[in-house]
């Protein structure tokens, strides 16, 4: 490593220092902070945010708010959004007080748990997802249960053999489960083949699943399957087309189409 590489390096750790101590900084303040110049520190500025460690904002910059990957999973939480919530909504009309619930790790199912986060009543959740568990943080009527294993940052979910064998002592009443993809052949399927597995697993201890996933999921194909969608309820929303909504009665799946103009 070259000496001006090792002084950078050190700059970016400087800045990264001194926005953690203090919060927003100025650019100018940045540059006595560490020495440099504007022109270097507005470079250096641009490289952490596009490593995701800044937020540049005007005349300044500050440290970002959570982890690179609660920035990414924000980002796809943020796709077809009116259409999540709305499918929320009705999922959450289906819980019951007292009842054994799991909450996969999903963007849509994240949209329950915020709903359940603020019209609580007293249910035991289980969960493998990081940010879904995080919603519950502080709420007295709910008994959280987080599977342990290898996480999988991609999406702040927890996987792998540790969890299949947490999930082959417990029982759930009602299991939530999101989709990468619902394939033409009429199959659930997802990006990650341990979340995949997974995903089985749960199926086989929840005595009702329902599949929450938006239209824009439908017809779409991933790499790795869970299951045949007909082992499950589908919930999703009312811009599904014609033709997927004769597909999805062709192969018997009972469907609810939930309507964002329903929403709690």
């Known amino acids: 490593m070259s000496q001006n590489t090792v002084i950078k390096t050190d700059r970016l750790d400087a800045i990264r220092s001194h926005l953690y101590a203090s919060g927003f900084s100025t650019i100018q303040d940045i540059a006595d902070a560490v020495g440099a110049s504007l022109p270097t520190i507005r470079r250096d500025l641009q490289i952490l945010e596009q490593s995701g460690v800044i937020d540049r904002v005007h005349g300044g910059a500050r440290i970002v708010e959570g982890s690179s990957v609660e920035l990414v999973f924000q980002e796809r939480e943020k796709r077809n959004l009116a259409a999540k919530r ?9 819980l019951s007080p007292r009842t054994s619930v799991f ?3 999903g963007t849509t199912v994240l949209q329950l748990a915020r709903l359940i986060r603020i019209n609580p009543m007293p249910l035991r959740i289980f969960t493998n997802g990081l940010i879904v568990a995080q919603e519950f943080m502080n709420v007295p009527t709910l008994e ?9 940052s991609e ?10 064998a947490m999930l082959e002592t417990l029982w759930f009443d009602q299991l939530f489960l999101g ?5 033409s052949d009429g199959a659930i399927y997802s990006v990650d083949s341990a979340e995949a597995s997974l995903n089985r ?3 086989t201890r929840s005595a009702n699943t329902y599949v929450l996933a938006d239209a ?3 017809g779409t194909m991933a790499t790795y399957k869970v299951a045949p969608l007909a082992c499950a309820k589908l919930i999703t929303d009312t811009d599904v087309s014609s033709e997927w909504r004769t597909i999805l009665a062709d192969m018997a799946v009972e469907t609810t189409f939930a309507s964002a103009g329903a929403q709690r």
């Open 179 to 183: 989709a990468s993809a619902v394939s």
């Open 155 to 164: 999406n702040a979910s927890l996987v792998g053999p540790q969890a299949e």
């Open 201 to 203: 697993h749960m199926l």
């Open 103 to 105: 909450l996969d790790a």
């Open 216 to 218: 824009s999921k439908l």
């Open 144 to 152: 959280i249960t987080l599977l342990g294993g290898q996480l999988r």
């Open 86 to 94: 709305a499918i929320a909504n009705a999922a959450f009309e289906l």
